[in-house]
């Protein structure tokens, strides 16, 4: 892993258009700006992780009798509208 | 020689949750970012039970032995409202509200649903049949809430009291 040193309101670039600064440092928390296209995702890596586990916890374990009949694929219909913004 | 099936033609997979079963190829459903937890699952189908109307199997077609329970949000939780984040908008290619679904994965299936990822709602594209998991820029839900009593033992619970108040109470 890249280790680098940043002083308060120094950043660093990653790629073309990705930048992340120090915003503040407080104690044991430090405060970073990102600036990424919005096409990229950014998320705090617990909440990854949460969600990691939230699917890997939701798929079954056990196998449910075969009088379950499979069903042929089925496809999928658009939402109940969530309320408009 | 490849033997390559036809377009249309029917790919049938042995599942070991669901058994045998057959889908063609306007059938799939891609998630080219997979899924977390399941990063390099891309090619899904859905599948329902007869017996359970609620519940929409995302069945992986690269590790049969992965399904997840999705179900409708707002199903459980009227009020939801899942914002789309622009990454989302941008790489699902998200405009008409008609043209795309959300569901929620579900935990607990096996004695009966009893929580929803309402953080990370499953986002499919029916137009392009594109599908990704979207972590919402929000902290008002998790990953794990908790499924009110269902609608339909609501409905039956307003049918009881009904019939208690309609019977002659001596007071």
Redesign the interface.
């Given at each position: 892993m890249l280790v680098l040193s940043r002083k308060l309101n120094q950043s660093i670039v990653i790629g073309d258009d990705i930048h992340i600064v120090v915003v503040s440092v407080d104690r044991d928390t430090v405060k970073l700006g990102i600036q990424a296209p919005?096409?990229?995702?950014v998320?705090r890596a617990e909440?990854?992780e949460?969600?990691?586990?939230?699917?890997?916890?939701?798929?079954?374990g056990?196998?449910?009798p075969?009088s379950?009949?499979?069903?042929?694929?089925?496809?999928?219909?658009?939402?109940?509208?969530?309320?408009k913004? | 020689m490849v033997n390559a099936p036809a377009e249309s033609a029917l790919t049938t997979v042995d599942?070991?949750?669901?058994?045998?079963?057959?889908?063609?190829e306007e059938?799939v459903?891609a998630f080219p970012w997979g899924?977390?937890?399941?990063e390099d699952l891309r090619m899904f189908?859905?599948?329902?039970?007869?017996?359970?109307d609620s519940i929409?199997w995302l069945q992986s077609l690269d590790d049969v032995?992965?399904?997840?329970?999705l179900g409708?949000p707002?199903l459980f939780f009227p009020d939801?409202?899942?914002?789309m984040?622009?990454?989302?908008r941008?790489?699902l290619d998200l405009r008409e509200?008609?043209?795309?679904?959300?569901?929620a994965?579900?935990?607990g299936?096996?004695g009966g649903p009893t929580f929803m990822?309402l953080?990370?709602p499953i986002v499919?594209n029916?137009k392009t049949r594109i599908g990704r998991?979207v972590?919402l820029e929000t902290s008002r839900y998790t990953?794990?809430m908790q499924i009110p009593v269902p609608a339909a033992v609501a409905e039956a619970q307003a049918k009881a009291r009904a019939a208690a108040q309609a019977e002659p109470v001596s007071e």
């Open positions: 919005r096409e990229v995702p998320h909440v990854y949460e969600i990691q586990r939230a699917n890997r916890a939701a798929v079954p056990t196998v449910p075969p379950q009949r499979p069903a042929a694929p089925a496809n999928l219909k658009s939402s109940r509208q969530p309320p913004t | 599942l070991p949750r669901f058994g045998k079963c057959s889908y063609k059938d459903f899924l977390p937890g399941f189908i859905v599948i329902q039970l007869e017996t359970q929409l032995n992965v399904s997840l329970p409708d707002w939801y409202d899942p914002k984040p622009s990454f989302a941008l790489s509200a008609e043209d795309y679904t959300i569901l994965v579900m935990v299936t096996d990822n953080l990370a499919v029916l998991q972590p990953c794990a």
